[in-house]
């Protein structure tokens, strides 16, 4: 059985919780494969509200086993806490969580760096979460990190190895003008944690296979998005790590041939979070407005989302990286109601018409969108099950967008319920037993 790959198409935050939501109940198994606590998942069942971070959200399937990736990098503490709400809210995780024992861990003193380089760039800043994400990375290819396996070793011999890297980083954050951290403290927090994590700890590459080859359905769940993607995204405004389809490749041990279908996520607008270039951005009233109507606030950090209208370029160039079968495009209900709604079919860069995604982020931030603008529809015609039944500007907006990026919307998000959501015929199905 092969794997689908989900990724977020955009800046991050198209609804990809949902996504896996819908998708989930056809999947047996869930896997992270990039990415850490920077990501952040609300999913409300009847049961409330949960809000996930590193824990892949589709365990709330009480068939799901649940995965965390070599290409991750994990914060234990946060981890624990995650799981201890889960347990406490009647989540039976028992067994249902595996961690990849080569997934980097997140120090403490990975969260203290991330926040003393972002506030010595100042204007320059790229708005990072501040969960240390940077910085872990930085040691995984410095090749000087922590991986996960630690928590298999004992007590004594891993409080030692703690030790000494947090008296390594001490330099570090000393040279910043930072307090050093009590490395005996943080030690002893690591040992403490040793017998909880242990359990979970293992070597996830040869497991995905063998899940794989005995049938199991599974789904490759991508955090952050293709433009914030370190290799392909607006960098130096990007995350760091891969989060188009490649990630899922490296972030899992499964091989391309493993990946039978690439699903992207995209938004009926956009949004970005952090600083770095965004053509295609209102500001002012029209982007307030935007952000109150999709109530565009960070998961993780709170922070009010920048808005903006579709990105057809960014959207064509995320295309070409991922190759999506199909696309799922989330929120259409926020832009209906709209008297018209607008595209950005291409940028005006120093008096030319550009299709094509600069990388230069100077460029980048120098181009101004060309918008095509559409007739709206009302807010109520949407709710139909059917893609026929969507009022003919809805419908012509979402052709003009896969006319655009050169996909296929497959699925259509008109609202939070899962019930909310059009599959268009064609789509991607799956066996939902
Ligand atoms: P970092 O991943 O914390 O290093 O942040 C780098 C950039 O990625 C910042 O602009 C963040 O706002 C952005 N970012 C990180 N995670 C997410 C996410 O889950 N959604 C949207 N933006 C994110």
């Not at 595996?98 to 997934?103: F, K, P, T, V």
Request: glycine share 12%; proline share 4%.
């Amino acid at each position: 059985m092969s794997a689908t790959v989900i990724v977020g198409g955009q800046w991050g935050d198209e609804g990809k919780a949902k996504v896996v939501d819908f998708l989930m109940g056809g999947h047996d198994v869930v896997m992270r494969f990039q990415g850490g606590a920077n990501a952040g998942h609300t999913v409300v069942t009847g049961a409330g509200r949960f809000a996930f971070h590193q824990i892949p959200s589709g365990l709330l399937y009480p068939h799901v086993t649940a995965i965390l990736g070599n290409g991750m990098v994990i914060d234990p503490q946060a981890f624990l806490s995650e799981l201890q709400d889960l347990v406490a809210r009647g989540i039976d995780v028992k067994g249902r969580i595996h961690i990849s024992s080569a997934a980097q861990i997140v120090m403490p003193y990975h969260r203290m760096i991330d926040n003393l380089l972002e506030a010595d760039l100042k204007k320059e800043s790229i708005g990072v979460t501040g969960k240390g994400i940077g910085p872990a990375y930085a040691d995984k290819y410095l090749r000087r990190g922590l991986r996960m396996g630690l928590f298999l070793k004992d007590k004594a011999e891993l409080f030692d190895i703690v030790k000494t890297k947090v008296n390594d980083a001490n330099k570090l954050l000393v040279l910043f003008g930072a307090p050093p951290l009590s490395a005996e403290k943080v030690a002893s927090d690591f040992a403490g944690m040793r017998d909880r994590l242990a359990g979970l700890v293992v070597d996830t590459q040869e497991l995905v296979h063998d899940m794989k080859a005995r049938g199991k359905r599974i789904l490759l769940e991508g955090a952050q998005g293709a433009l914030l993607d370190i290799d392909h995204g607006t960098y130096p405004f990007v995350t760091s790590s891969s989060c188009t389809v490649g990630g899922a490749v490296t972030g899992t041990g499964l091989a391309p041939r493993d990946i039978g279908r690439v699903i992207g996520i995209f938004k009926a607008y956009l949004t970005r979070v952090g600083n770095g270039p965004m053509p295609s951005e209102l500001t002012g009233d029209s982007g307030n407005e935007l952000r109150e109507r999709g109530h565009e606030y960070g998961t993780t950090t709170g922070r009010p989302r920048r808005c903006g209208w579709f990105d057809v370029v960014g959207g064509r160039y995320s295309v070409l990286l991922s190759g999506y079968d199909e696309i799922v495009l989330t929120k259409l209900d926020v832009i209906s109601g709209l008297p018209r709604v607008k595209l950005c079919v291409a940028y005006e860069l120093d008096g030319r018409r550009v299709t094509s995604f600069p990388q230069n982020p100077e460029d980048l931030a120098r181009c101004t969108p060309v918008f095509e603008k559409m007739p709206g529809w009302s807010a109520e015609e949407i709710k139909v099950d059917r893609y026929d039944a969507l009022p003919a500007g809805a419908r012509a907006f979402i052709e003009r967008i896969e006319k655009g990026i050169g996909a296929r919307v497959s699925f259509i998000s008109t609202g939070a319920a899962r019930e909310e959501t059009i599959v268009r015929d064609g789509a991607y199905s799956f066996d939902r037993t």
